[in-house]
């Protein structure tokens, strides 16, 4: 972790104005509905973002900003530093204009819709303000410079906006960020403390040259999406398509338990459209609670269809389920051979876990 000191001039381009870029507050019980389901958070933690360099983590380390998890409090709790907080807290009487972080995104590159910021538990202590910037690195030798104060290159994404403490905020931008980023810089005038920082958007993958080239169509890093699911009590739906195979049963989806005839289902968007080679519905960790049974079916749709929509196309009939295991199918496939697809359905019966849907393909 490399640690940097800043000059006032670096920051007087944000401190004195805001952007041209416009955007509105979300109210707090309508910021899961606009965001999630809709984009991606560029920079969670699972999905290979990093921390590069930061101004200050004097109470509270920066890395905190990407955990996927809600922050938690632990009252009463006190490290060497002082009180114990879920976040990065930086220390008082900053001489600079803001403290700053810098964030490689956990994608290729994304283009940006919308920021929340949390200020959870940081009450008389929280970030009076902050702002957000993105660039775009194409080089080794230029990742090693954008971890520095006076770096030149960066643009402002959404220009200062106000924070109170220990709540959530959202921002939508007027319109997806024409660029797409690699890294982005998230400024606090002048200090304080931040809990969580989630960036919205939609991941611009780097597709395989040739169309011959099986892929994951469903991961996150290129672009899927999980677009509505029926239950998602324990677990969300969204862990569904990261990358690795997780820690825990607590990084997939799962439901509530049922009573009687039923079945639960996720909607997945193909980050592009292609036929399907196979499927993959990985129930790691879930052992006293995976489905008894999956099925999966696909649909070419012009927009995010629903679970009744007449187009959906059954492409692997229910098939038995087991505990902590890859369950592979391909040729269980049927409807697939020469067939365009851009969104994807998985159907547990009755209800349960499950860690990873992956849907592999070659792009059409």
Known sequence: MEIHTHSPEDLKHVATSNSSTQARAIPIDQIDSTFKSQYTD??????????????????????????????????????????????????????????????????????????????????????????????????????????????????TILGIQECGPSQRHGWLLEKLTEKAYTHVRLLMYPDGGIARFRLYGNAVPVFPQSVDEVFELSATVMGGVATSCSDQHFGTKDNLLLPGRGKDMGDGWETKRTRGEHVDWTIVRLGAKGEIDHIVVDTAHFRGNFPQKVQVFAGEFASDPKHDDGGWVEVLEPQKSGPDKEHEYKGELKDVEGKAYTHAKLVIIPDGGVKRFRVFGKRV
């Open 42 to 155: 560029l920079i969670s933690t699972p999905l290979g973002s990093r921390i590069l360099a930061f101004s200050d983590e004097w109470f509270a380390a920066a890395s905190n900003l990407i955990t996927p998890t809600p922050p938690i409090r632990r009252p009463g709790v006190f490290t060497h530093a002082g009180a114990w907080y879920d976040g990065w807290e930086t220390r008082r009487h900053n001489t600079e204009p803001a403290d700053w972080v810098v964030i490689q995104l956990g994608v290729a590159s994304g283009r940006v819709a919308g920021v929340e910021i949390d200020t959870a538990f940081f009450n008389g202590n929280h970030a009076p303000e902050i702002a957000v910037e993105g660039a775009f690195i194409t080089s080794a030798a230029e990742e090693e410079e954008v971890k520095k104060a006076g770096y030149t290159g960066w643009e």
